[in-house]
């Protein structure tokens, strides 16, 4: 009878001692946790979580690849004047109907650019702006010698597509 109080005892022992160290593990794990995100936060690393995509949704400012913080309809505008310019100036003009809505499509998007961003002070003193308005004014200058249907001559063509590239490294 002796022996089978023992066992008990040992049991509980046993059982107490395990559910301590259990506890005590526990316990370690969750003091251990704020200084593992001091350290995330001082190293840099902005992990945001499911609020970081959440966040940038409803921000209305980017940072571009320079660095700068614009406004995303501003950015998404550009990029398109960008895109439809380029593919204008690539488009061979001997194809008329393919040209002309490469064309249309630039013309376009340059006219919403314009009409959302001209003179916006948000914008208007960044270099990407003031590009895009030199490459704007070059166009106007070729066409208002030439004609509305004139062919851009390769010198015009190559330093607008270079302007543009300019354009791109400030977005």
Known sequence: MLFLE?????????????????????????ISEPVKAVDK?????????VLGPIKSLF??????????VLPKAYLKSAKEVLKTLRESLKEDPQDMSKFRRTADAAKE???DYLSNWRGQQA?????SYMKL????RS???????AGPSASLSGEVKSEILHDLDIVEEYL
Do not use: H, W
Request: aromatic content about 6%.
């Open 139 to 145: 166009l106007a200058r070729f066409y208002s010698k």
């Open 6 to 30: 023992e066992t008990q005892l040992n049991r509980r022992q046993l059982c107490t001692a395990a559910s301590l160290v259990a506890i005590l593990t526990f316990q370690q794990g969750m």
């Open 109 to 111: 998007s340059i006219r």
């Open 41 to 49: 936060a001082d190293d840099n690393q902005q992990d945001d979580g």
């Open 123 to 127: 914008v208007a003193k960044e270099e």
């Open 133 to 136: 308005e030199e490459v704007f």
């Open 59 to 68: 921000d209305p400012n980017e940072k571009t690849k320079s660095g700068k």
